[in-house]
């Protein structure tokens, strides 16, 4: 069977189904500095140091951990799509590779929210869906995304359900390598719904 990005799309949607909520529901943590990711993730139970290395930036900050470097371009939000009361959320990044390997990474698994009030959002895929009709196919980039050898990804990744009541918020991003469960550093960067800008005309159909 060829894999292609509809193929990727239909197992985010598998791996998704059991953790899927609506916006308006709410997975609350006591601390949002040690996030507890749900079963959907991919990652061990018995992980104690998740997140522990926490490197935090700014919007168009360049960070780096684990040979990755990361910057968080834009948030960006179609207008005028709704569901439920969330807007659909997406990230313009640049993920540099600094080692001699390629890997892939996820949205689902490498990327979250948090809100000031501890909600934890994780990938919809519904907004995958909607993204890959509605983007072109060299802006947005649907799971699982490559990261090349000695090599730099440039796109637009998601998406995510975001209540567009909300004010603040943190975009979280564990450059795990070729680990998918090497989750002890984690790029934090606090934003505002003000961040949200809508995507350039040049990226959608």
Request: proline fraction near 3%; charge should be negative; hydrophobic fraction near 35%.
């Given at each position: 069977m060829k894999f292609n990005r509809f193929t990727a799309l239909a197992l985010t949607a598998i791996m998704s189904a059991s953790a899927a909520?609506?916006?308006?529901?709410?997975?609350?943590?006591?601390d949002s500095s040690s996030i507890t990711p749900d079963s959907s993730q991919i990652i061990m139970d018995d992980e104690e140091h998740l997140g522990e290395n926490k490197i935090k930036a700014d919007l168009l900050e360049t960070v780096s951990a684990n040979d990755t470097v990361f910057t968080l371009n834009s948030v960006i939000s179609p207008e005028n799509v709704e569901d439920e009361g969330c807007r659909y959320v997406y990230f313009d990044v640049n993920i540099k590779n600094n080692s001699d390997s390629a890997y892939t990474?996820?949205?689902?698994?490498?990327?979250?929210?948090?809100?000031?009030?501890?909600?934890?959002i994780f990938s919809d895929i519904r907004?995958?869906?909607?993204?890959?009709?509605?983007?072109?196919?060299?802006?947005?980039?649907?799971?699982?995304?490559?990261?090349?050898?000695?090599?730099?990804?440039?796109?637009?990744?998601?998406?995510?359900?975001?209540?567009?009541?909300?004010?603040?918020?943190?975009?979280?991003f564990y450059p795990t390598k070729d680990s998918p469960r090497d989750k002890d550093d984690v790029m934090v960067i606090d934003l505002t719904s003000d961040n949200i800008k809508a995507p350039d005309a040049s990226v959608m159909k």
């Open positions: 909520v609506s916006c308006g529901e709410k997975k609350i943590i006591s990474l996820s949205t689902l698994n490498n990327f979250y929210i948090i809100t000031e009030d501890g909600t934890e907004t995958q869906l909607y993204a890959v009709s509605n983007f072109k196919e060299n802006s947005f980039f649907s799971d699982p995304f490559e990261i090349p050898a000695n090599g730099e990804f440039k796109g637009i990744i998601g998406g995510f359900l975001l209540n567009k009541n909300v004010k603040k918020f943190t975009v979280g």
